[in-house]
């Protein structure tokens, strides 16, 4: 039961949070420079039809009167309308969500399969030439711009070999899994790095730790005690890591997206910007802000669940 | 009786030596220990911190930290009626356990109690899941942990540190070993506990026929509890004895100003007696005896004695090459 009430308690902690963000996308459109109306249309519009536009978003209301407004549609689901596309916003982040989802979701599997074996071996070979390979290598990958990695992965995999398409997501799950396989290595190349050294360091302090000394004075080795006391005790670093890269793998999404012409919400966000497509990028940037939000409830929620000293209060 | 017992080591220790290599830099902090283990007893290993007690423990049970080697010596056991090389990986658990000095990090706080006593059963016996839950539970009423069904499902952290040790001792007793290393048990804990920590041990150790090394720098402990004891000086045994005899009539001057420096309640308050000094630097100790720079009744010949352990009487054995001196010495 209290950890339903802890779970409830951290959802509610999280509205305030929300409603600043809401702010925040909102202002995004007030801080920026100029006329707004303007800013949309371009420099060549006429007179009249900034004009038309200014009443027709109602930008003459207070700030105020515009905020509660604005929240007001939020909270029913109401992003407002696409100028280029003329269509609603939530239709189209519905169109693209599940490819960014794919995305990162394909990024943090591909990733923890590299880090968990290259961290685990790193520390078990600590200061061996395997720790110091998977040093360099990890530097490398950190070092490597994402677009690059995927130009490259596109030069020397997919057009040589023909497995993977170069552009786009297909229709059915066996071609979203090939089309989606190169971005998420990617990704993974970019997020994995961190991975593997807080990885390493987490278990070389759990190795030497004194609750695992005791279990193998008690005669537990092996995989027993690499899985019941050194793996438990390493991940829980890894899960606030994981909540805290979720930024980076936004930003790196967006990069990927648009290398491998990928039609989800990062490649839409770059269209929108670049058409000054205000609905669609806040919508966007609401809908990043609210996926960073809710991984971080997650990863809190996680490990409370994991570790008893977490008072769930 | 005591030949009887005397005949019958369960544990010899020789010439054990353990290193730190740190940046080419070498340091020995075990030197030269030698020690037999008679079944059933208690022995008391006693010295300053840093003097290599608790070292000497985790080379017998290999379980040495990174960059802490043993590079020489050799430990056997005996089981039925013969002496064979002890291997650590094997004993550990099976023969032998540890209990160590904080109970608040040795315990894993990701598990329950009763999985953590079960651990030992189910890894080192066989004994199925449920079951062995069923014997911690009873093993944790066996140390005196009081409601053990429900303290059972507890995790380490719920318990104060008294329980803790306790819960500790459990994990050992479910390896069913015979031989329990425990390096310091109580020093963590409240005096109020200390007492009923070490009456368990004793307790146990009578019902169980179990064998105890208790590494202490508590001298009231050893001599209220320990059937033999050694005295460990920068690294060395530098005496050993049955208890009552080492603390009457100590063979050796670190042991006789280790004995005279305990505080004693004196009405009015006496002055606290010191070793003058401090413990030689592992990195740079002294020839000869590495007590001489401190002893009171070092001579020459003290810087080029080597290193070995004399029988004084039956069972007393010392390093120093004058003790002689220290009878006479306290008598001034």
């Known amino acids: 039961m209290a950890r339903y009430g802890f779970i409830a308690k951290r959802v509610a902690g999280i509205v305030p949070l929300l409603l600043g963000v809401i702010f925040a996308v909102f202002a995004l459109q007030h801080v920026t420079p100029g006329d707004p109306a303007r800013l949309i249309l371009g420099a060549r519009a006429s007179e009249e039809a900034v004009e038309e536009l200014r009443s027709e978003l109602r930008f003459d209301d207070p700030v105020v009167t515009q905020f509660v407004r604005y929240a007001g549609n939020v909270f029913q689901g109401d992003l407002g309308r696409s100028l280029r596309a003329s269509k609603p916003v939530t239709s189209i982040i519905a169109d693209r969500l599940p490819v960014t989802l794919w995305l990162l979701g394909a990024g943090v599997v591909l990733s923890l399969l590299i880090s968990i074996p290259l961290g685990t071996l790193a520390a078990m070979r600590q200061a061996g030439w395997a720790d110091h390979a998977i040093r360099g290598v990890s530097l490398l990958g950190l070092t490597l711009p994402p677009f690059w990695v995927g130009i490259m992965l596109l030069l020397f995999l997919a057009l040589p070999t023909g497995w993977f398409p170069i552009t786009g997501f297909g229709d059915t799950f066996s071609e979203h899994l090939r089309s989606i396989t190169l971005p998420a290595l990617t990704l993974a190349i970019s997020l994995a790095p961190i991975q593997i050294r807080s990885l390493r360091s987490a278990m070389i302090e759990v190795v030497e730790s004194d609750a695992v000394t005791t279990a193998r004075s008690l005669g537990i080795k092996g995989w027993r005690l690499v899985s019941r006391h050194v793996i438990p005790n390493a991940v829980l670093p890894m899960i606030t890591l994981l909540a805290v890269e979720v930024g980076y793998m936004l930003f790196g999404a967006v990069v990927v997206e648009a290398t491998f012409s990928l039609p989800g919400l990062g490649s839409e966000m770059i269209t929108a910007v670049a058409g000054r497509d205000f609905a669609v990028v806040q919508g966007i940037t609401l809908v990043f802000a609210v996926m960073v939000v809710a991984i971080h409830l997650l990863a809190d929620i996680a490990l409370a669940f994991i570790d008893p000293r977490v008072e769930m209060a | ?332």
Not at chain 2, 269 to 298: E, K
Not at chain 2, 323 to 331: C, F, H, K, L, Q
């Open chain 2, 1 to 332: 009786m005591v030949e009887g017992r005397m005949s019958k080591p369960l544990l010899i220790v020789e010439d054990l030596r353990v290193e730190i290599n740190r940046h080419g830099s070498i340091v020995t902090p075990v030197d030269e220990v030698s020690f037999e283990l008679q079944q059933g007893e208690i022995l008391g290993l006693v010295g300053e911190s840093g003097s290599g007690k608790t070292l000497t423990l985790k080379a017998l049970m290999g379980l040495l930290p990174p960059g802490v080697v043993q590079v020489g010596g050799s430990i056997s056991s005996r089981s039925g009626d013969v002496l064979q090389p002890l291997d650590p990986e094997k004993a550990r658990g099976r023969i032998m356990a540890m209990i160590f000095q904080e109970p608040a990090t040795a315990l894993n706080p990701l598990r329950r109690v009763r999985d953590l006593i079960a651990e030992p059963f189910i890894v080192g016996h066989g004994v199925a899941r449920n079951e062995a839950r069923a014997k911690a539970v009873a093993l944790m009423r066996a140390v005196g942990i009081p409601d053990p069904e429900q303290r059972s499902r507890a995790y380490p952290h719920q318990l104060s540190g008294g329980l803790r040790q306790r819960v500790m001792i459990a994990m050992a007793l479910a390896t069913e070993s015979t031989l329990l290393l425990c390096d310091e048990p109580t020093t963590a804990l409240d005096v109020t506990i200390q007492d009923q920590i070490l009456g368990l041990l004793v307790e146990l150790k009578r019902e169980r026929d179990l064998t105890l090394v208790l590494v202490t720098h508590d001298l009231a402990v050893v001599s209220e509890l320990c059937d033999r004891v050694a005295v460990m000086y920068a690294g060395r045994i530098v005496e050993t004895g049955a208890t009552a005899d080492v603390f009457a009539n100590p063979g050796h001057p670190y042991t006789a100003a280790l004995l005279a420096a305990v505080p004693r309640f004196e009405p009015g308050g006496g002055d606290l007696t010191t070793i003058g000094g401090s413990p030689p630097d592992l990195r740079n100790v002294p020839s000869g005896c590495r007590f001489r720079t401190r002893c009171q009744y070092a001579f020459e010949e003290c810087a080029t004695a080597g290193h070995r352990l004399t029988h004084v009487a039956d069972e007393r054995q010392t390093a120093c090459i004058h003790p002689a001196w220290i009878e006479r010495g306290v008598a001034i």
